[in-house]
């Protein structure tokens, strides 16, 4: 059996997510599924690393899949990107060892998210970033995320819809820095619950805005209540920048 | 009187260019032009700088007009980033002296040519650059763009519609560069015929795909024969950059 890798690229926006859904829903997953299966002949499923949710975006998403036929990367990855939606691009394929599995060998993701912190819109990063007209206090907002650091069970900041068995993750490191008119928030960690991310995102937002206590992140983790977690940030501005393995 | 001076960015991408048009024609100028009415409660013309081609965008368009009333800059800026598109941003208002004259005072313009130069799509700039998949020779490239230096008659890479009465331009530089996966030709010069950075971009494409000689471009502004160009770059990979006053 030959195991093929996958690096791709996507434009999440008029996706439902990466996971694939029932027929009727257009998801990443799916779409590269079918290419798959069509170019081989038959129904092919594909592991990915990270179930990124509806319209979040990725920069290098990791699959992988085993299959009896020797095809060379190069025809299979120019396959892909001659019939993938141009809003998904494979940007490589490989062959890895056997024992490779995208899901059950990643050791660290990391998020990107893009903060336009500018008073008026960006023409051209509308559908990419999140908009937030007034200045944030990035110096409150990096009081914020240090609480975030380290092991904790993160069930105040997840979605009801999560059904993991722990809901305990670790989170590595969370850099905020301003990159000319954006606030980039950058959060590393083993792992990350269903909506995680844009929750932690949405709430050093409203610590940004002076709308919450940068002292309260603490208090919020420890409840493990998702009553005190009230801001979820838009997906747009949420990309899946990087896994480690 | 006072007169106003707007810097203006936008996504041309569902525009049919900056210039106003028919009623029915959506055009940046008429979008901005209806939203200053709106304000001051009278027809409202705006000067632009540069005509830009349907399609294509701008980080830094220059405009202004006068009138008698006196608005607060930072008002003014508010109400038009309020009520115009969110691809149309207006990112500074400023009160200049009585003699400037956003098309007559400009001394130079800068429009800038983003080529992605992989063999897969870039999922978050296809609306913004132009996709080449074969690897463009930058140096055949940059031979071929030192003919188009300096003052020329550049009916040649004009379009049948330009109706200037002068068709000599002056190039005052042309610059390749290689940034990640994209090739970005910056064209500065004195002013710019219709199309005509777009001819000048489709045929350094040409000759960095091998498909025309580098020395054929001196002998192709001679000519003043539009035959003689061939090609005409996306307007989707075009931006107006920045103009000198």
Known sequence: MNNYKLVIQYDGGRYKGWQRLGSGESTIQGKIENVLSEMIGRPIEIIGCSRTDAGVHAFAQIANFKIGENIPVLEMKQYLNRYLPQDISVIDVSIEGERFHARYNSKAKTYLYKIWNEDYSNPFMRRFSMHVEETLDISKMEIAA????????????????????????????????????????????????????????????????????????????????????????????????SIEF
Chains 1, 2 share one sequence.
Do not use: C, W
């Open 146 to 241: 240090k609480q975030f650091l380290g092991e904790h069970d993160f069930t105040a900041f997840s979605n009801a819809k999560s059904k993991k068995k722990s809901m305990v993750r670790n989170i590595y490191s969370i850099e905020i820095e301003k990159v000319d008119g954006f606030l980039q928030i950058r959060v590393s960690g083993d792992g990350f619950l269903y909506n995680m991310v844009r929750k932690i995102v949405g709430t050093l937002i409203e610590v940004g805005l002076g709308k919450r206590d940068a002292k309260e992140i603490s208090g919020m983790i420890h409840s493990k209540d998702r009553g005190s977690v009230s801001s979820l940030a838009d997906p747009g501005g949420l990309y899946l920048e």
